[in-house]
């Protein structure tokens, strides 16, 4: 087995023992190497040992989690945020693609986020300044979808509607292009919903920008690509009182 060497910065000590236990105890491919109460001197120690593997918790005094990986983001690792953030907060870090644990940390949830940070996901500096914008409480303009072959980002305002697919979600462009993405449309909804975005239906999510005509006798959108999508009988009162559709 290949052993992932891993650091973990936290400003709580009990926080960080009560990681090791976990890790210990349901992840034996993580080896810690370091554990730092202290972001200024985790930057040097992280700059020698080259971890795989960074266990970050974003709220700590002096540095914070994110001035700490500007400078690093040079090396080559793996990150997990560790964040006390409230759900609201939490799409931030889903909008853009990067793996968070949540205090208390759920076994469950640590195994899986392990299990991705195998694959040598390293988030960008984009990424990063996004997640911020966002937790300052400035709406997105802009999702990362993570694929392949890395991270795209997408303008939200070039998604002109979400369709399901079993398990997955496709995400149709403006420009024709197909994103298929690892989320359920309940996912993507809870990420979208603060933006310009609505679920009309069980299987589509739209842009309330990019709709060409709503025809309400027949509870059908026609997209501006000119596409036609299906609105749920439950959904159609709600376009017409809250967007003044007639």
């Given at each position: 087995m290949n052993l992932?060497?891993?650091i973990i910065v936290d400003d709580e000590p009990d926080s960080i023992e009560l990681l090791k236990i976990e890790l210990a105890a349901h992840c034996p491919q993580v080896a810690v190497a370091g554990t730092y109460t202290n972001s200024?001197?985790?930057v040097n120690d992280i700059e020698k040992l080259q971890p795989d593997l960074l266990f970050l918790d974003i709220e700590m005094p002096g540095m914070n989690g994110f001035?700490?990986?500007e400078k690093i983001l040079h090396l080559n690792f793996s990150i997990i945020f560790i964040t006390a953030y409230n759900q609201y907060a939490l799409k931030a870090f889903r909008f853009n693609a990067l793996d968070?644990?949540?205090k208390p940390i759920d076994s469950i949830d640590l195994i899986e986020a392990v299990a991705k940070a195998e694959k040598k996901m390293k988030p960008t500096a984009a990424q990063l300044n996004l997640v911020q914008r966002q937790l300052r409480g400035e709406l997105p303009n802009k999702i990362a979808i993570q694929g392949n072959n890395g991270i795209t980002f997408i303008e939200l305002n070039e998604i002109v509607y979400v369709e399901a697919s079993?398990?997955?979600s496709r995400l149709l462009l403006?420009?024709?292009k197909l994103f298929?993405?690892?989320k359920t449309l309940k996912d993507v909804q809870e990420v979208?919903?603060?933006s310009h975005f609505l679920r009309v239906h069980r299987q589509y999510i739209i842009n309330l920008n990019r709709v060409k005509q709503f025809n309400r006798n027949e509870g059908i959108l026609t997209m501006d690509n000119g596409d036609h999508i299906p609105v749920a009988r439950n959904q159609k009162e709600r376009l017409v009182e809250k967007y003044g559709w007639l």
């Open positions: 992932l060497k891993t200024t001197k985790a001035e700490l990986l968070y644990l949540v079993n398990n997955y403006t420009d024709k298929t993405i690892s979208l919903e603060e």
